[in-house]
């Protein structure tokens, strides 16, 4: 299977550098200039590895890998920045980055390290499993894996979160504000249609094409995992 790769780099001439040596390792690449629009696409989308840029615009390298890591995705963050000093680069580490390089690089050590990440994350998802189950549907939590009567379901980061919120919380009403807090880690309302989005997306690959909904709405308070009407 291709490895799926995301780069987050304002500068377009290192961002290009860095886009083909991974296409010439056969990796699929997604790439982005701003720190918005990568943090939207990593917590969107399902990738191998990421290389983060700290200087951004939009939202800088460093606040990206935090709101990851609160909002629960491990993909393996590589940092690649111009800012090489001794606390610059204990700090990325400490925010939650996996690796840290500095500019001027070579692309065949960010490649190595990048590889080295990856290999460590498969190694993990190869250690006993640990699963989540309501009824027919299953959850395993290390391989990230959902299956539904023994049918793979493809899900993306949020919604795979989200779904792990709502197994956990099986057979309980799971308001809006729980979802927030849980799934997206934020202590206010943004007053947005986000979730009501991501419930939709969610039941359309967990309910649609089976006889038995898992996936209720209770009218006027939120929502509800559960085998039973």
Not at 55 to 70: I, Q, T, W
Not at 93 to 114: C, M, N, T, W
Not at 155 to 168: A, K, T, Y
């Amino acid at each position: 299977m291709t490895r799926k790769i995301l780069i987050v780099e304002d500068d377009d001439e290192t961002a290009g550098y860095v886009e083909r040596g991974f296409v010439e390792q056969g990796y699929g690449v997604d790439r982005c200039a701003d720190g918005r629009e990568g943090l939207f696409l990593a917590t969107d989308r399902a990738y191998d590895a990421i290389v983060l840029d700290r200087m951004l615009p939009g939202l800088d390298g460093l606040s990206v890998l935090k709101a990851l890591r609160a909002a629960g995705v491990r993909t393996p963050v590589v940092i690649l920045s111009a800012m090489g000093a001794l606390d610059e680069r204990v700090r990325g580490l400490r925010e939650g980055s996996d690796d840290y390089i500095v500019k001027p690089f070579a692309f065949a050590e960010l490649h190595a390290r990048v590889d080295a990440q990856i290999r460590r994350g498969t190694a993990a998802d190869e250690a006993p499993t640990s699963r989540l189950a309501v009824a027919d549907l299953e959850l395993d939590l290390l391989s990230r894996k959902v299956t539904r009567s023994g049918r793979p379901i493809p899900l993306q980061p949020r919604e795979f979160l989200m779904l792990e919120f709502l197994m956990r919380n099986a057979g309980r009403v799971v308001t809006r504000t729980m979802l927030l807090e849980g799934v997206w880690n934020y202590h206010f309302d943004p007053q947005t249609n986000v979730i009501d989005v991501h419930i939709s997306r969610l039941r359309q690959k967990v309910d649609k094409d089976f006889d038995t909904a898992l996936i209720h709405t209770v009218r006027g308070s939120g929502y509800m995992l559960s085998a039973e009407v």
